[in-house]
């Protein structure tokens, strides 16, 4: 597996991570123990070395399961937890006040099995909190050494410049891919400039771009792609002419649809991890094979200019999560 640096100044990772919410959360059943940390364990073996997880995501069944999984290899893995939800429930809106980061830290040191957590982010913005409060308290944990370094989820520009100023950020988590990309115009030179690296989550639009799921397919009770305007049976059938042009390459260059929208978000940027979740032994190693697929230039420009012609139906989020907790 190629590696990747966080950051400026942050730690080397697998090119390609491994998001582990859906293993406890969000898309409908969940697998049974056994079998999560019989993937996780795979997954390192594999050349995953990083992991990311939050207290929301159960709420803690997610940080409890990997601090299970991880136990055999933790020196040699990374992984990155978050703060940011009053009683790690997004539902129940933001909370990062500095003595309920405290409180997460180290609840989640316990559930982890760790003395330290390698990339601590703010899950999301809370309004009545100060960014600059939030930084001193993530650069007191570091100080303490109970965190090595601070990342954050969603923010803005600005607030990621505010937050720097007080304690250097490693890395900035959005969502990123080939249908959401929001975040060029403004994020993306702001964190280059700052030498912050972007960990993009969703990278495979939920389990849409790698071709998995059509108008027809029927989500389980609790998934919450029911909820979401992009996932709606019409948004999934207009949808379809990006995925064409996703299959396209993946034929041209014998590869798996989800391999090509992978091997997309890596040749963006140096600076960008990917961290696609998965259940399923056969998509953990197909995702991982994205890392060694190479799109040149001259294609890299084509899926440019036809996707440039391809509107995307549907926002992301409704618009309460969009304002709220988003996930």
């Known amino acids: 597996m190629q590696k990747r640096t966080l950051g400026k100044s942050g730690p080397e990772v697998s090119a390609v991570g491994l998001g582990c919410m859906g293993l406890s959360f969000a898309y409908g059943p969940v697998p049974e123990k056994k079998d999560a940390i019989n993937l ?11 992991f990311d997880t939050a207290e929301a995501y159960g709420p803690f069944a997610n940080e409890e399961l990997l601090g299970e ?45 760790t003395d330290v957590i390698d990339l601590l982010y703010q899950h999301r913005v809370d309004p009545a909190v100060a960014i600059e409060d939030v930084a001193g308290t993530v650069k007191d944990l570091i100080k303490e050494g109970k965190v090595k370094y601070f990342g ?17 950020v490693t890395t900035l988590q959005s969502e990123y891919s080939l249908w959401t990309r929001q975040h060029e115009k403004e994020i993306f030179p702001t964190i280059e400039e700052l030498g912050i690296g972007l960990v993009a989550y969703s990278p495979l639009g939920k389990g ?18 029911n909820i979401l305007p992009r996932y709606t049976e019409e948004a999934r059938e207009a949808n379809k002419a990006l995925l064409d042009l996703i299959n396209q390459f993946a034929e041209k ?15 963006q940027k140096p600076w960008i991890v ?54």
């Open 274 to 327: 990917p961290i696609p979740g998965t259940t399923k032994l056969h998509r953990l190693q197909e995702n991982i094979g994205a890392a060694n697929i190479e799109l040149t230039k001259e294609e890299l420009q084509q899926i440019e200019n036809a996707s440039q012609q391809i509107e995307i139906t549907g926002t992301r989020y409704t618009e309460a999560m969009e304002k709220s907790t988003g996930l």
């Open 208 to 225: 849409f771009l790698a071709g998995k799921i059509d108008e027809n397919t029927k989500f389980a009770e609790g998934d919450i792609r």
């Open 69 to 113: 999984a991880l136990q055999p290899f933790r020196k040699e893995v990374v992984i990155a937890t978050k703060f940011g939800f009053k009683e790690g429930k997004p539902p129940m809106g933001v909370d990062s006040r500095p003595e309920n980061i405290r409180a997460v830290t180290e609840a989640a040191l316990k559930r982890l099995k």
């Open 152 to 168: 954050l989820s969603e923010a803005g520009a600005q607030t990621i410049r505010r937050a720097n100023a007080v304690q250097p």
């Open 253 to 267: 260059k014998n590869a798996t649809p989800a391999q090509i929208a992978l091997a997309w978000v890596l040749a």
């Open 40 to 50: 996780l364990r795979k997954a390192f073996e594999l050349g995953v070395t990083f």
